[in-house]
């Protein structure tokens, strides 16, 4: 059964920098897309970005693009989500998830019922 673990949530400053693990464990997760998403209170998850099983592609939510960075080690099935220049309204918990149909981020990927086996997520909070 495919699981996610994410990690590397914490209290951060405007205009810092962190980055977020997401841990995978199962069969072939390396073969599909992964997204991560966020959550903010009393909001509904969005996604904020997606990387296809070979890491040259890779979508954005128009918000964080320049800012967030994802990327993937298959070989250790971790996928990554480096955030920089964090602004305040980046303050969520993150998740990953997969696109357990297709190896590469779909034209439609920021549709969250499109991905399969949530973790718990991880909270970043960015703040003075």
């Known amino acids: 059964q495919v699981q996610f673990v994410e990690s590397g949530g914490t209290l951060a400053q405007p205009g810092g920098s962190l980055t977020l693990s997401c841990a995978a464990s199962g069969f072939n997760v390396e073969n599909y897309a992964i997204g991560w998403f966020r959550q903010a209170p009393g909001m509904e998850r969005e996604a904020v970005a997606c990387i296809s099983y070979r890491e040259g592609g890779t979508s954005y939510l128009d918000s964080v693009k320049g800012r967030f960075t994802i990327s993937r080690d298959n070989a250790k099935k971790t996928v990554h989500l480096q955030m920089d220049s964090l602004k305040p309204e980046d303050t969520a918990v993150y998740y990953c998830?997969?696109?357990?149909?297709?190896?590469?981020?779909?034209?439609?990927?920021?549709?969250?019922?499109?991905?399969?086996?949530w973790g718990q997520g991880t909270q970043v909070t960015v703040s003075s």
């Open positions: 998830a997969q696109d357990s149909l297709f190896p590469r981020c779909r034209i439609n990927w920021y549709l969250t019922h499109l991905y399969d086996y």
